[in-house]
């Protein structure tokens, strides 16, 4: 696939005709012209716009229409309704047949699942198996032995003025769902909300993030061979395609992805009234007490960022605050574990994922030359955009105006802010927007208590990293910039469910109460169903009151 921008061009005029569209892609909103074969010409579907192409072009041109647009989303969106409008995808059999059919796939394709990882992102085949692999087969797993309790109506208390009666809340399903996943975690994160929305009985197409291209390939092919073709759908793309899906009537988008192009989303799912669960990110931070065991809490603070894709993950550690007094001491315990773990020599070990890509990569390296940055690393700062690696980097007391602490990182890059008190920490992560997630080490549970009631943000961990993600019975969600809506466990089924109000009653009990003329009789049986009294109110539902 090819997308021509007037942007790419020294001189405009050669993109010979400039229809500007507005697609959504994982890094934002980008404006291109149709499609069209050009000889000897070829681009790639991501090329940043400050690049210029000075390619000669050939003057015979012949227009090519897109693979995936509007109108075929469109029957797409349609095929599906009609498959979920049948029944087929409500009832527990075929529920339990896919996830079945999920946990096969896992187990009978991990090799394939880990070569994709390591085209994507050179993940090492225990942090594949471990994040990726794992976590989907435990999803699946949970889902299968919890599905039929999952689908049972909850039974409700009812009140006394509907005796008698009976309530439960019913889990029904959305219906169509459109599930847009990202790059970092290719697999796992595009696997989990399908799992959930097959679970609550939805029809599910998935658009797999393009940057990942080799997993994407693979989920393509996997779910067209394992999975019912006339219910799950991946579509593979990029700008236009995701924009045709966008344009669709579904009923839930669940996007993992940045805040930026969470926005479009949102804005895209407003226009029809869509319910969205938007799973974004933010800084996230770690704040470090002087009474914690340094050798842990450095080992869990490394594992939280640099094991974790290379801190590619929007619950990695972003930054870490801790006293002045303590910051020698805790940088020079995560220097020992790095190098622990990786090796002397950070740029030759295996063990890390490298960055995604190019424009990643510049990115982060843009964040360490800023002026105000530069010269605050104190460990690290190696790189080779050849091989796409960043050592793993310590930065201390960057300035809080600079843009590494104002945007999210998103890579090996840890700064380490100082304060005189810790407490002092609190004020600094709620001048930001509320991360996805906060970490605290400490030994004083008076701190502790303090953290979890004034820390705002989407979940915590306390004396660790990560590990909050493992636990099915928590939700997984963020707050504000971080995101809206959760999953994981139950809370996926519920993310792809709505909970169907539904009251029971008898022919018994009609009190004529509730009807007009309000007589002042029915004044004073009012007044008794107000005051408490039951046997004023039982007499008074049971008809026994007279004008």
């Given at each position: 696939?090819?997308?021509?921008?007037?942007?790419?061009?020294?001189h405009p005029s050669r993109c010979f005709r400039s229809y500007s569209i507005v697609g959504v892609g994982l890094l934002g909103t980008f404006t291109y012209c149709h499609k069209y074969k050009i000889n000897r010409v070829s681009f790639s579907s991501f090329i940043p716009s400050y690049y210029h192409c000075r390619a000669t072009l050939s003057t015979m041109m012949e227009e090519v229409k897109p693979e995936f647009d509007s109108d075929k989303a469109a029957v797409l969106v349609n095929e599906l309704r009609k498959t979920f409008n049948s029944g087929k995808t409500k009832s527990?059999?075929?529920?339990?047949?896919?996830?079945?059919?999920?946990?096969?796939?896992?187990?009978?394709?991990?090799?394939?699942?880990?070569?994709?990882?390591?085209?994507?992102?050179?993940?090492?085949?225990?942090?594949?198996?471990?994040?990726?692999?794992?976590?989907?087969?435990?999803?699946?797993?949970?889902?299968?032995?919890?599905?039929?309790?999952?689908?049972?109506?909850?039974?409700?208390?009812?009140?006394?003025?509907?005796?008698?009666?009976?309530?439960?809340?019913?889990?029904?399903?959305?219906?169509?769902?459109?599930?847009?996943?990202?790059?970092?975690?290719?697999?796992?994160?595009?696997?989990?909300?399908?799992?959930?929305?097959?679970?609550?009985?939805?029809?599910?197409?998935?658009?797999?993030?393009?940057?990942?291209?080799?997993?994407?390939?693979?989920?393509?092919?996997?779910?067209?061979?394992?999975?019912?073709?006339?219910?799950?759908?991946?579509?593979?793309?990029?700008?236009?395609?995701?924009?045709?899906?966008?344009?669709?009537?579904?009923?839930?988008?669940?996007?993992?992805?940045?805040?930026?192009?969470?926005?479009?989303?949102?804005?895209?799912?407003?226009?029809?009234?869509?319910?969205?669960?938007?799973?974004?990110?933010?800084?996230?931070?770690?704040?470090?007490?002087?009474?914690?065991?340094?050798?842990?809490?450095?080992?869990?603070?490394?594992?939280?960022?640099?094991?974790?894709?290379?801190?590619?993950?929007?619950?990695?550690?972003?930054?870490?605050?801790?006293?002045?007094?303590?910051?020698?001491?805790?940088?020079?315990?995560?220097?020992?574990?790095?190098?622990?773990?990786?090796?002397?020599?950070?740029?030759?070990?295996?063990?890390?994922?490298?960055?995604?890509?190019?424009?990643?990569?510049?990115?982060?390296?843009?964040?360490?030359?800023?002026?105000?940055?530069?010269?605050?690393?104190?460990?690290?700062?190696?790189?080779?955009?050849?091989?796409?690696?960043?050592?793993p980097t310590i930065l201390l007391d960057v300035p809080e105006d600079s843009m590494i602490m104002q945007e999210e990182i998103f890579g090996p890059l840890l700064p380490i802010i100082t304060v005189e008190r810790l407490e002092d920490s609190f004020a600094m992560i709620n001048r930001k927007p509320k991360p996805l997630a906060a970490y605290l080490f400490s030994d004083d549970e008076k701190i502790k208590r303090k953290f979890v009631q004034n820390i705002y943000a989407g979940g915590m961990a306390i004396n660790d990293t990560i590990l909050q993600v493992t636990v099915p019975?928590?939700?997984?969600?963020?707050?504000?910039?971080?995101?809206?809506?959760?999953?994981?466990?139950?809370?996926?089924?519920?993310?792809?469910?709505?909970?169907?109000?539904?009251?029971?009653?008898?022919?018994?009990?009609?009190?004529?109460?509730?009807?007009?003329?309000?007589?002042?009789?029915?004044?004073?049986?009012?007044?008794?169903?107000?005051?408490?009294?039951?046997?004023?109110?039982?007499?008074?539902?049971?008809?026994?009151?007279?004008?």
């Amino acid at each position: 696939m090819m997308i021509v921008s007037p942007g790419l061009f020294k001189h405009p005029s050669r993109c010979f005709r400039s229809y500007s569209i507005v697609g959504v892609g994982l890094l934002g909103t980008f404006t291109y012209c149709h499609k069209y074969k050009i000889n000897r010409v070829s681009f790639s579907s991501f090329i940043p716009s400050y690049y210029h192409c000075r390619a000669t072009l050939s003057t015979m041109m012949e227009e090519v229409k897109p693979e995936f647009d509007s109108d075929k989303a469109a029957v797409l969106v349609n095929e599906l309704r009609k498959t979920f409008n049948s029944g087929k995808t409500k009832s527990y059999e075929w529920r339990i047949s896919q996830l079945e059919s999920i946990s096969k796939m896992i187990d009978e394709k991990e090799k394939e699942i880990v070569e994709a990882l390591r085209k994507d992102l050179s993940k090492p085949e225990l942090e594949a198996f471990l994040s990726e692999i794992l976590m989907a087969r435990s999803s699946c797993k949970l889902a299968l032995k919890e599905l039929k309790q999952w689908m049972m109506p909850q039974k409700v208390e009812t009140s006394l003025a509907t005796y008698p009666s009976s309530a439960e809340i019913v889990a029904e399903p959305l219906g169509v769902v459109l599930v847009i996943s990202t790059w970092n975690f290719p697999f796992s994160l595009s696997l989990d909300p399908v799992i959930g929305a097959i679970a609550a009985g939805n029809a599910v197409v998935l658009k797999p993030s393009e940057i990942a291209s080799a997993t994407s390939s693979l989920l393509s092919r996997l779910v067209g061979e394992y999975m019912d073709k006339s219910a799950i759908i991946v579509v593979e793309g990029a700008v236009a395609e995701t924009s045709a899906l966008l344009e669709q009537k579904w009923d839930k988008i669940f996007f993992t992805g940045g805040a930026r192009v969470g926005r479009i989303v949102m804005a895209a799912a407003a226009k029809n009234l869509i319910p969205v669960t938007l799973e974004l990110g933010g800084k996230c931070p770690a704040v470090v007490d002087s009474n914690v065991n340094l050798q842990v809490t450095s080992r869990r603070i490394v594992a939280g960022k640099w094991v974790c894709n290379n801190g590619q993950a929007c619950i990695s550690v972003d930054y870490v605050i801790t006293t002045k007094e303590l910051a020698p001491k805790l940088i020079a315990t995560l220097v020992s574990v790095v190098e622990e773990i990786f090796g002397k020599d950070l740029m030759e070990s295996k063990e890390r994922s490298r960055i995604i890509n190019s424009f990643h990569f510049k990115r982060l390296v843009n964040l360490l030359e800023e002026d105000k940055v530069s010269n605050k690393i104190v460990f690290g700062g190696q790189r080779e955009e050849s091989q796409l690696q960043i050592a793993p980097t310590i930065l201390l007391d960057v300035p809080e105006d600079s843009m590494i602490m104002q945007e999210e990182i998103f890579g090996p890059l840890l700064p380490i802010i100082t304060v005189e008190r810790l407490e002092d920490s609190f004020a600094m992560i709620n001048r930001k927007p509320k991360p996805l997630a906060a970490y605290l080490f400490s030994d004083d549970e008076k701190i502790k208590r303090k953290f979890v009631q004034n820390i705002y943000a989407g979940g915590m961990a306390i004396n660790d990293t990560i590990l909050q993600v493992t636990v099915p019975t928590l939700p997984f969600g963020g707050v504000g910039e971080s995101g809206m809506g959760s999953y994981h466990g139950k809370f996926s089924f519920d993310a792809f469910s709505h909970k169907k109000a539904v009251l029971y009653r008898s022919f018994a009990g009609d009190s004529p109460t509730r009807y007009p003329p309000y007589t002042p009789g029915k004044k004073k049986q009012i007044k008794a169903l107000l005051s408490g009294k039951l046997l004023n109110i039982m007499l008074a539902l049971l008809g026994f009151y007279k004008d």
